[in-house]
């Protein structure tokens, strides 16, 4: 059964880069489509941006100027990078994939970072 | 950017009573762009129903979706303790692919 797991600092500087991994077990990653969503404390979710096996991405519009996602097949996890972060980039942030790269049917349990001096 | 907006916020029912969710676009999105999650406080969503009508792995037929254009709707035939939670729309017709702000299903 594919299982997701982020991993990362659950605390981030002001301007500094936010890096988070998900890591893929229990299945391939040589398929399917890989995404990032956030949630700031008591908010709706966000979609951030989404990734295929092959590394073709989509980028939410409103983060594509800081973000990078990327896959790495050989050690079967995707990574996110947010650069320049702010108090607005704090959230739960959840890994997700699915056989579509509009929808999310596996879910990470999310983690929580805080972006503060 | 399609805007979601769900209502009502919050809803207050009781176990065994059937309920209708309504998410609205701010533009046309095909009938088989639109997608519901739940929510439960601590956990990450659950995709119940996806390109408007089909019921994702493990769903059972009590969750029901509908609607076109801009008018959306999630019906739960039956409530049961499990499904007070926060449920979200969310369209996959353009990117960006973006949520509405919530409906809270609390018992009453």
């Known amino acids: 059964q594919l299982q997701l797991q982020e991993s990362g600092p659950g605390l981030v500087k002001p301007s500094e880069t936010l890096s988070l991994t998900c890591t893929v077990s229990g299945g391939s990653i040589n398929s399917r489509y890989w995404s990032w969503i956030r949630q700031p404390p008591g908010k709706e979710l966000e979609w951030i941006g989404s990734?295929?096996?092959?590394?073709?991405?989509n980028y939410n519009p409103s983060l594509k100027s800081r973000l990078t996602i990327s896959v790495d097949t050989s050690k079967t996890h995707f990574s996110l990078m947010l650069t320049s972060v702010t108090a607005a980039d704090t959230a739960v942030y959840y890994c997700?994939?699915?056989?579509?790269?509009?929808?999310?049917?596996?879910w990470g349990q999310g983690t929580m970072v805080t972006v503060s001096s | 950017e399609v805007v979601l907006t769900q209502s009502p916020a919050t809803l207050s029912l009781s176990p065994g009573e059937r309920v209708t969710l309504s998410c609205r676009t701010s533009?046309?999105?095909?009938?088989?762009?639109l997608a519901w999650y739940h929510q439960k406080p601590g956990q990450a969503p659950r995709l119940l129903i996806y390109n408007g009508a089909s019921r994702a792995a493990g769903i059972p037929d009590k969750f029901s979706g509908s609607g076109s254009g801009t008018d959306f709707t999630l019906t739960i035939s039956r409530l049961e303790p499990e499904d007070f939670a926060v449920y979200y729309c969310q369209q996959h017709h353009s990117s960006p692919y973006t949520f509405g702000q919530g409906t809270k299903l609390e018992i009453q």
């Open positions: 990734i295929s096996y092959t590394g073709a991405t």
């Open positions: 533009q046309s999105v095909s009938s088989s762009s």
């Open positions: 997700a994939t699915d056989s579509s790269p509009t929808r999310w049917f596996i």
